[in-house]
């Protein structure tokens, strides 16, 4: 149980282009997911917190506009990495919360040309 | 504020050998406490936590942690590591908003 989906599970696209990432909680209902960042050899970097049903919370120094996050359903969070740039090239990966525990999904990596 | 400190960076030990990675926690209040696994490129896989009751805490793949609220610890333990052990192991906190402060992490190397 509790397993989470990411998709797509590499991306690569050109600067300047939008991309969509999507965390699915496949077998349970979550009120809050969250997105991370880790870059090479280091630890997660929470970006933001996303809540169903309304705004969601990023932490300081993350560019809303820039990504742009969307929570419309119980099962399902899209981060929207928006004119991408090489220095968003990152591994993103996404949790959605059961109760106290947060579950994974198998993240993301995206390389900006 | 919870923060998380893996004392550990890399740990290299032979298959078959016990092996303690170390994690040290500062709170003000009642902490929840995780231990997660990553494979390369891969996402984190939750291995353990510690929400409340029995302090000796056991997880998956033969893994234990004890909190130890006195030493303000949650040390992660193997008897017996295998060679599929080998990942990066992070420790995390749980602080508001069920949000969590993650430790840098730490590398178990396991060689034959």
């Known amino acids: 149980g509790a397993v989470v989906s990411q998709h797509p599970s590499w991306v690569i696209c050109k600067s300047g282009t939008s991309v969509k990432i999507e965390c699915r909680s496949l077998?349970?209902?979550?009120?809050?997911m969250f997105w991370y960042r880790q870059f090479p050899k280091q630890s997660l970097m929470l970006m933001a917190t996303s809540n169903e049903g309304s705004k969601a919370t990023y932490e300081q120094g993350v560019e809303k506009d820039k990504f742009l996050i969307n929570h419309a359903s119980l099962t399902l969070s899209t981060l929207t990495v928006t004119s991408a740039h090489p220095e968003d090239s990152s591994f993103y990966i996404c949790?959605?919360?059961?109760?106290?525990?947060?579950?994974f999904g198998p993240g993301t990596r995206l390389l900006v040309l | 504020a919870q923060s998380v400190t893996q004392l550990d960076s890399q740990v290299p030990v032979f298959e078959e050998a016990p092996v303690e990675l170390r994690c040290n926690y500062s709170?003000?209040?009642?902490?929840?406490l995780f231990w997660y696994v990553q494979y390369p490129n891969q996402g984190l896989q939750l291995l353990l936590k510690?929400?409340?009751?029995?302090?000796l805490v056991k997880g998956i793949n033969g893994f234990e942690a004890e909190f130890n609220k006195s030493q303000t610890s949650f040390h992660l333990r193997k008897p017996s590591v295998h060679i599929s052990d080998t990942a990066e192991y992070f420790c995390?906190?749980?602080?508001?908003?069920?949000?969590?402060?993650f430790g840098k992490g730490t590398s178990l190397l396991v060689t034959p």
């Open positions: 995390a906190v749980g602080y508001s908003g069920y949000a969590l402060n």
């Open positions: 949790s959605a919360r059961l109760l106290r525990t947060q579950y």
């Open positions: 510690y929400l409340s009751g029995s302090t």
């Open positions: 709170s003000s209040v009642s902490v929840y």
């Open positions: 077998d349970f209902q979550a009120t809050t």
